[in-house]
C-alpha cells in the first residue's frame, strides 16, 4: 500500500531520480588510494604518449600523423586522470564552471579538429595549428585550477604590452 501511495502522489519518481544519481556516484566512488593510482597510471600513460609524440615527429612521412595521435591520446589520458581524483560528475562540472568553460570548450575543440585535419582533410599545416591552439587552452584550462595564477598572467601581459 505505501508502494502505491508513493506512485500516485509523485514521490516514487523523485525517489528515483535520487537513486539514479546516488547509484552513479557508488559506482564511481573509490577508495582514495585507488584514486591514486588510477590517477598516476593515466598521467603516466598521457605523459608517455605526449613524449612518443614528440620522438616520432621527425619520422619521414608519418612522423606528423603518429605525433598528432600520441599527442591527442595523452591530453586525453591527462584530461581523464583528473577524474579519478575528483569523480567524473564533479570533474564535468568543474569543466563546465564558467571560469574554465572557454578554455574547455576550445580545448575540446581543438582535439576534435586537430584528428580532422590529420585524417580526414589531409592538412598537416592546420593539423599543427591546432596542436599549438590546443596545448595554450590547456595549458590556461589547467592554471585555473590554481588560484589567482590567471590573473597574475593576465597583469603580465598587459604590463608587457603597455
Known amino acids: 500500500m505505501d508502494k502505491l501511495k508513493s ?11 535520487r537513486t539514479v544519481l546516488q547509484t552513479m556516484d557508488k559506482a564511481t566512488s573509490l ?6 593510482k588510477g ?8 605523459a608517455a ?7 616520432v615527429l621527425f619520422l619521414p612521412r608519418i612522423g606528423i600523423t603518429l605525433f598528432i ?6 591530453n586525453i589520458c591527462a584530461l581523464c586522470s583528473t577524474m579519478f581524483l575528483m569523480g567524473p ?7 563546465c564552471d ?6 574547455t570548450t576550445i580545448m575540446l575543440t581543438c582535439l576534435v579538429l586537430t584528428l580532422c585535419a590529420a ?17 595554450l587552452s590547456f595549458t590556461w584550462y589547467s592554471l585555473s585550477y590554481i588560484p589567482c595564477v590567471r590573473e597574475a598572467i593576465l597583469k603580465l601581459v598587459s604590463m608587457c604590452i603597455k
Open 39 to 46: 590517477f598516476v597510471a593515466c598521467f603516466v600513460i598521457g
Open 119 to 135: 585524417f580526414w582533410w589531409k592538412n598537416f599545416g592546420l593539423a599543427l595549428l591546432f596542436v599549438i591552439l590546443q596545448v
Open 7 to 17: 506512485v500516485l502522489s509523485g514521490e516514487e519518481s523523485r525517489r528515483d531520480d
Open 89 to 95: 560528475v564533479k570533474q564535468l562540472k568543474r569543466m
Open 69 to 74: 595521435v600520441f599527442y591527442s591520446f595523452g
Open 98 to 103: 564558467k571560469t574554465r568553460a572557454l578554455a
Open 31 to 36: 577508495s582514495w588510494a585507488t584514486r591514486i
Open 49 to 55: 604518449c605526449t613524449i612518443l609524440g614528440v620522438c
